[in-house]
C-alpha cells in the first residue's frame, strides 16, 4: 500500500506557521522550528520494512504552501493518509479532511494524536476521517492495521487491532477498546533517517547548540512520571514503555558516525534516570562518542537526576537539559501534581551547571488560580536563578489546557474556560479566566525573557564560556542569536493579547 | 460514547484539586525486612490523603532526588506503609532501607489513575497480576475495600518474596515462583496464566516489570479478554 504520514503547512492569520512545540504542542511562529515526528518516523520506517511504499510528507520542513502540499499529495494518491491531532489545529484538520476527501475518495484517511485519541466520535462526527487510532504507539498500531487493510477488503468491519474507532460501510462507528498501553520500544525500528529526510529538522531547532542535529527515538514513551495535569503523557490510559540502553546507543553511534550529527537531542516526556541514565553515558564513554563534538541532550524532571548522575552525563558530552519549571511556589506545583518541590531546584540546577551543563528552564505562567504574589514570586525566581548563572536559557509559555488532559478537564469542570473554539488554544494567549488581568501574566513573560538582555546575566553567560571547553563557543553564534530571534517571537506571540479584555472570549463549555 | 465508557473502565479520577494533593516531612515509624531485598518501610500518616492505587514520591529529606513508590497500606490505616525493592547500586531505595524510627522522609502526592473504580468497585472480579513489588497496589486495594473479589497472581523469583501472604485470603493468592521450588505454581506468572485462563469477563490490572506487562498482554488477548479491560502500571 502506499502510505502517506503527512503533515500540512498550517498558517494562521498572522501569516505565521504552526509548529510543533514542547511535548507536541502546537504553537504558531513567524520563522518555525522543525521538529521530527519520532514515532511517525519510527511508523515510517517500519512500514517501508514491511513492503509498503511510504511518503513522508511533511509540508512544513519541505517548505511547501499548503495548495502546493495538497496538489502534491493529491497527484500522490496515497492509499492512507495519516495526520497528527493537537487541540489548536483540529478544526484545520477536518476541513482538510473534507477538501481532500473529496479529492481522493479513495484514500483511507486515519488521524493520530492526543486530541482525538481521547475524542475519536468528535472527529469521525465533524470530518469524513475514516479512522481514529487512539493509541499513543502509532508505529506499533500502523504496522499491525496496514498489512490488515492491504489483504482483506472488509477490514472495516471485521479489524480487531486494539485502540481504533473506525467509520463502518453503513456509516456507524465501532471501537475496537481500550488500546495496549506498553508496547516493546525495542521491537519498533529506529527512524530511517533518509525516509524522513532528516537535514529538514537538522538546522532551525531551538533545542540544538550545535547543527546539525537530529532527535533520536525516544528512548521512553510517555514519561515515566506521568502525573503532571496540564500534560499529554499524563492519563489513566498511559504508562510508560523504555527502550533498552544498548538499541539508543547503537542509533547514537549510527547518527555520529555517519550522519555526522552535531547535537542529538531526545525528546522523550522524561529522559532515562539512575542506572539506565548512567548506563548509557558509561556507554557513550565506551564507544568514544564523547569525543566526536557531538553533544546530548534530553528532557528531565527536578529530583530525577542525582550529582553522581550528572557528572557522568557532562563527562559523556551530554549538554542542553530541557527541566520544566512550572511555577516557584508550592502550592501551584502540588495543584499540577509535579512532584517536586521548589526548595530543591536550586541545588539540582546547580550540579547541572557545576558540570557544564546546560539547563534550559521551561516556565509556564497564566493557571487559573494563580495570584500576583504567586506570578512574582516565578518571575522574582527565575531571574534570580538565571542571574546566579544557575539556568542558562529559559521558555514562557502561557499555559493552556489542551487535549483532554487532567488540567483542561479541570478548567471545563471549574467553569473558567473562556473559548468554545479550538482555534483559541493555541498557546498564543491566555483563555481562561485568572484572579488577575490576563496582562499582569504576559507582563510577567516580558519581564522573564527580558532578563536575557541584563548585563548581569551576559556577564555571567561569558563568565561560563571561559570556565568550559573551547567548544562552547558555539553558544555565542549559533544558539545566542538564535535565542535572540525566539525570544523576539515569544515576546511577539505571547503579548500582543496584551491589553485586550479578558473576556472577550466566548463563554466555557463542555464539549 | 465509547470515550465515557473507557473513562469508567479506566476510572479516571479528574475530579483531584489540591487540598488531595500533599507535600511534607512525614516521620519514619519503621523499617523491616521482608525478604534479602525487600523491606516494608512505614511512615507517619498526617495529612495524606490518597486512593488505593495511588503513587507517592518519596525522597530523604534534602537529597533533592525523589522516586515514585505505590501506596501498601490501605487507604483508611493509620499509618502509612511502602514496599520497597532495593535496587542495587540504585539513588533513592537504598537509601530508603537505611532509615530508622525517628528518621524523616519527604512525601510528594499523592497522585495517579491506576486506581479502582470510584463506584461500586466490589461488583467487579479482578485478577491483580504482579511482579515483585508490582503487588503493593494490590495490597492497597484489598485493605481499602472488603469484599473485593479477586484473584492475585505474583511472579516473584524466590520462595521469600511472598510478602505478607497472610494478608490475602488463602485461595486468592497464587504465588509463582521462578528461580527456586516452593509457592503454588513453579514457573514465571505468565506461565501460569497460559495454562490457567481465569476468564475474559474479568478485569486484569498488571503492575511491575514492562516485560511482564507486555507478554501478560498478549496471553490475555488470546484468551479473549478485551483490550478495554487491561489496565497497567509500569514501575521499570
Ligand atoms: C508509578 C511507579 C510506582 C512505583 N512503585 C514502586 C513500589 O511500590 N515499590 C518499589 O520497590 N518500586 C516502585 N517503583 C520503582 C521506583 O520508583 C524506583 O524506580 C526504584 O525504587 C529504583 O529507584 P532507585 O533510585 O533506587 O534506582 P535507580 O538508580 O533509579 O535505578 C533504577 C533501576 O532499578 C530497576 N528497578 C526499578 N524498580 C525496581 C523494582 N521494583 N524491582 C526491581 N528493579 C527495579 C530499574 O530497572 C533500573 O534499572 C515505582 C515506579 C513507578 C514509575
Ligand atoms: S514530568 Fe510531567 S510535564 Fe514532564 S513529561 Fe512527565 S508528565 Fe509531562
Redo the contacts between chains.
Keep these: 500500500m502506499k502510505v502517506a504520514i503527512s503533515y500540512p503547512p498550517i498558517l494562521n492569520r498572522f501569516g505565521q506557521k504552526a509548529m510543533v512545540s514542547q511535548n507536541r504542542n502546537v504553537q504558531f511562529f513567524q520563522k518555525p522550528t522543525y521538529l521530527l515526528p519520532v514515532v511517525q518516523g519510527q511508523a515510517a520506517t517500519w512500514l517501508e520494512q514491511l513492503g509498503h511504499q511510504v511518503l513522508w510528507d511533511d509540508g512544513n520542513s519541505q517548505l511547501k504552501s499548503y495548495r502546493r502540499w495538497s496538489d502534491d499529495l493529491v497527484r500522490e494518491n496515497p492509499d492512507v493518509i495519516v495526520f497528527e491531532s493537537t487541540t489548536p489545529v483540529m478544526k484545520f484538520y477536518w476541513s482538510t479532511i473534507v477538501e481532500l476527501k473529496n479529492r481522493l475518495p479513495e484514500s483511507i484517511f486515519i488521524m493520530t494524536g492526543y486530541h482525538s485519541m481521547r475524542r475519536p466520535e468528535e472527529t469521525l462526527s465533524k470530518s469524513p476521517t475514516d479512522l481514529v487510532l487512539r493509541s499513543n504507539h502509532i508505529d506499533f498500531v500502523l504496522a499491525k492495521l496496514i498489512p490488515f487493510i492491504a489483504k482483506e477488503p472488509n477490514w472495516r468491519e471485521t479489524c480487531e487491532i486494539e485502540g481504533l474507532v473506525i467509520r463502518m460501510k453503513n456509516g456507524n462507528t465501532r471501537d475496537t477498546g481500550h488500546f495496549r498501553q506498553v508496547e516493546p520500544l525495542e521491537k519498533s525500528p529506529l527512524v530511517d533517517r533518509d525516509l524522513v529526510q532528516w537535514k529538514n529538522y537538522a538546522k532551525e531547532n531551538g533545542n540544538f547548540l550545535q547543527t546539525p542535529g537530529t532527535y533520536a527515538s525516544s528512548v521512553i514513551r510517555d514519561c515515566m512520571f506521568g502525573k503532571c495535569t496540564f500534560c499529554r503523557y499524563n492519563g489513566g490510559d498511559l504508562t510508560f514503555s523504555m527502550l533498552p540502553v544498548e538499541k539508543s546507543l547503537n542509533e547514537y553511534e549510527r547518527l555520529v558516525n555517519d550522519y555526522g550529527t552535531k547535537e542529538i537531542f531526545d525528546d522523550s516526556g522524561v529522559w532515562y534516570r539512575g542506572r539506565e541514565a548512567r548506563e548509557f553515558a558509561q556507554g557513550i564513554i565506551d564507544r568514544g562518542l564523547h569525543k566526536k563534538g557531538c553533544y546530548f541532550g534530553f528532557n528531565t524532571r527536578f529530583e530525577y537526576l542525582d550529582e553522581k548522575t550528572i557528572a557522568l552525563l557532562a563527562k559523556a558530552n551530554f549538554r542542553f537539559i530541557l527541566i520544566g519549571l512550572e511555577a516557584a511556589d508550592d502550592e501551584t506545583l502540588a495543584r499540577l501534581k509535579k512532584g517536586y518541590q521548589i526548595q530543591h531546584v536550586e541545588r539540582c540546577l546547580s550540579w547541572m551547571t557545576k558540570y557544564g551543563l546546560h539547563p534550559h528552564l521551561t516556565i509556564m505562567v497564566g493557571y487559573y488560580w494563580q495570584t500576583q504574589e504567586q506570578l512574582d514570586q516565578t518571575v522574582s525566581f527565575v531571574k534570580d536563578l538565571m542571574l546566579r548563572g544557575l539556568a542558562r536559557t529559559l521558555q514562557v509559555t502561557l499555559c493552556t489546557p489542551l487535549d483532554f488532559t487532567e488540567y483542561h478537564e479541570e478548567c471545563i469542570r471549574e467553569g473558567v474556560l473562556l473559548t468554545r473554539n479550538y482555534d483559541d488554544h493555541d498557546m498564543s494567549k491566555l483563555i481562561v479566566k485568572t484572579p488577575i488581568p490576563h496582562d499582569s501574566y504576559y507582563l510577567a513573560v516580558r519581564q522573564m525573557y527580558s532578563i536575557a538582555f541584563h548585563p548581569q546575566f551576559i556577564l555571567r553567560q561569558l563568565k561560563f564560556l571561559f570556565s568550559f571547553r573551547k567548544r562552547d563557543w558555539q553558544f555565542l553564534f549559533t544558539y545566542g542569536l538564535r535565542a535572540i530571534r525566539r525570544v523576539r517571537q515569544h515576546i511577539f506571540n505571547l503579548t500582543r493579547e496584551q491589553g485586550k479584555s479578558d473576556n472577550k472570549l466566548e463563554p466555557a463549555h463542555a464539549d | ?3 465515557d465508557s ?2 469508567d ?10 487540598a488531595d ?3 511534607a516531612l512525614h516521620n519514619v515509624l519503621g523499617n523491616e525486612s521482608l525478604s534479602k531485598n525487600t523491606f516494608k518501610l512505614i511512615i507517619e500518616r498526617g495529612h495524606l490523603n490518597f486512593r488505593a492505587g495511588q503513587c507517592v ?1 518519596l ?1 530523604l529529606p ?7 513508590y505505590s501506596t501498601y497500606s490501605g487507604e483508611k490505616e493509620n499509618e502509612l506503609e511502602f514496599l520497597i525493592r532495593e ?1 542495587e ?4 531505595s537504598p537509601a530508603l532501607r537505611k532509615l530508622n524510627r525517628g528518621d524523616t522522609i ?1 512525601i ?2 499523592a ?5 479502582l473504580p470510584e463506584s461500586k468497585p466490589e461488583d467487579r472480579s479482578y485478577v491483580f497480576v504482579a511482579t515483585g513489588t508490582g503487588i503493593a497496589p494490590f495490597h492497597c486495594f484489598i485493605r481499602s475495600i472488603s469484599n473485593l473479589d479477586y484473584t492475585i497472581l505474583h511472579g516473584t523469583r524466590l520462595n521469600e518474596e511472598n510478602y505478607e501472604i497472610g494478608h490475602y485470603a488463602e485461595d486468592s493468592y497464587i504465588h509463582c515462583v521462578s528461580k527456586e521450588k516452593g509457592g503454588n505454581f513453579e514457573g514465571r506468572v505468565t506461565d501460569y496464566l497460559r495454562q490457567n485462563p481465569q476468564g475474559a469477563e474479568k478485569h486484569y490490572y498488571l503492575c511491575g516489570n ?2 511482564m ?2 507478554e501478560v ?1 498478549d496471553i490475555l ?1 488470546e484468551q479473549k479478554v ?9 514501575f ?1
Excluded: P, W
Design positions: 460514547m465509547a470515550t473507557l473513562k473502565s479506566l476510572n479516571l479520577n479528574l475530579k483531584a484539586n489540591y494533593v500533599h507535600k514520591n525522597g534534602n537529597s533533592a532526588i525523589n522516586r515514585e535496587v547500586d540504585g539513588d533513592v519527604e510528594d502526592g497522585y495517579g489513575l491506576f486506581t514492562r516485560n506487562a507486555n498482554y488477548r478485551s483490550g478495554s479491560n487491561i489496565i497497567t502500571e509500569v521499570f
